[in-house]
Nanobody
């Protein structure tokens, strides 16, 4: 199947910045949407930002103006630039991608990464 690996999570002070990366690997024919989700303890997983293969983006209201999602289609990689971080941004951030894999015939996939911890201190 498709493996997604996130990196870049860390402990930072409020107002700081982090850049998360997610690399997809496998017998990938194409990737359609890619997105970043986050989940804090006791909270539901929520969409942070998403991006289509054509570059259209969508952001949660809570991160608009602070976070930027981008992708490198040639590298099957999606990024999340996070600026002006707040303590309420603390969560495990997960990468998601959907598209098609080559498995005899083309088959749809939707995969999640293992998550990377982002902690923002006061």
């Amino acid at each position: 199947q498709v493996l997604l690996v996130e990196s870049g999570g860390d402990l930072v002070e409020a107002g700081g910045s982090l850049r998360l990366s997610c690399v997809a690997s496998g017998s990938i024919f194409s990737i359609n949407g890619m997105g970043w989700y986050r989940q804090a303890p006791g909270k539901q997983r929520e969409l942070v930002a998403s991006i289509t293969s054509g570059g259209n983006t969508n952001y949660a209201d809570s991160v608009k103006g602070r976070f930027t999602i981008s992708r490198d289609n040639a590298k099957n990689t999606v990024y999340l630039q996070m600026n002006s971080l707040k303590p309420e941004d603390t969560a495990v951030y997960y990468c998601n991608a959907d598209g098609s894999v080559v498995d005899g015939l083309l088959r749809h996939f939707s995969s999640w990464g293992q998550g990377t911890q982002v902690t923002v201190s006061s």
